[in-house]
């Protein structure tokens, strides 16, 4: 089945305890992204990743890093959580070109005390 | 940037009843996209519809891009269509989906 998986599904944690959310797609997309969702704020960008070893900022990537060793991988790592980090994330992924169709994870929710 | 503005922000219906949820969008788009977030906060992929009209069951979607906007059609709500509806959207030389602000359905029994 063609898909998005994130693990952890929940966490809970405390500040400045680092977190790594794991991200895995096996549709061979090139492009991979986390969003954040909060209420009010909608769903915002965090990084991007056209391919393997190229990455980017999008909106929001304060307090947050990712890498791309792999195609169909893409953690997003908090070094040192903060209460302000407490959302909801999403991992998505598509084929390269923005025209196609993005397809999402089931999310994370993520706690940080 | 672009702005994506979603009508009605709230929604209520009895079971049975037909919908249509608007999105308006400020500039030309490469992309539209419709999601449902269920409660458990899933987003599920309804429509892949930059132009044109598809139906997918109980839904159908129409993306008019010259005159800028998309309706999503649910007919017939069931309970199990509450949630929240976006549209998301990708445009100019850009890579990121812009989403709207959503529609929050609630479908009564």
């Given amino acids: 089945e063609a898909q998005v998986t994130q693990n952890p599904r929940y966490l809970i944690t405390v500040t400045g305890k680092k977190l790594t959310v794991t991200c895995s797609q096996n549709m061979n997309h090139e492009y991979m992204s986390w969003y954040r969702q909060d209420p009010g704020l909608g769903l915002r960008q965090i990084y991007y990743s056209m391919n393997v070893e190229v990455t980017d900022k999008g909106d929001v990537p304060e307090g947050y890093k990712v890498s791309r060793k792999e195609k169909r991988n893409f953690p997003l790592i908090l070094e040192s959580p903060s209460p302000n980090q407490t959302s909801l994330y999403f991992c998505a992924s598509r084929r390269a070109g923005g025209y196609n169709e993005q397809f999402f994870g089931p999310g994370t929710r993520l706690t940080v005390l | ?109």
């Avoid at chain 2, 079971?15 to 500039?27: H, I, M, P, Q, V």
């Fill in chain 2, 1 to 109: 940037g672009i702005q994506v503005e979603q009508s009605p922000p709230d929604l209520i219906l009895q079971e049975g009843a037909n919908s249509t949820l608007r999105c308006n969008f400020s500039d030309s788009v490469n992309n539209l996209q419709w999601f449902h977030q269920n409660p458990w906060g899933q987003l599920i992929n309804l429509f892949y519809i930059p132009s044109g009209t598809k139906q997918n069951g109980r839904l159908s979607a129409t993306t008019v891009a010259t005159e800028r906007y998309s309706l999503l059609y649910i007919s017939s709500s069931q309970t199990t269509d509450s949630g929240v509806y976006f549209c998301a959207v990708v445009w100019g030389a850009g890579n990121m989906l812009t989403f709207g602000g959503g529609t929050r359905l609630m479908v009564k029994p």
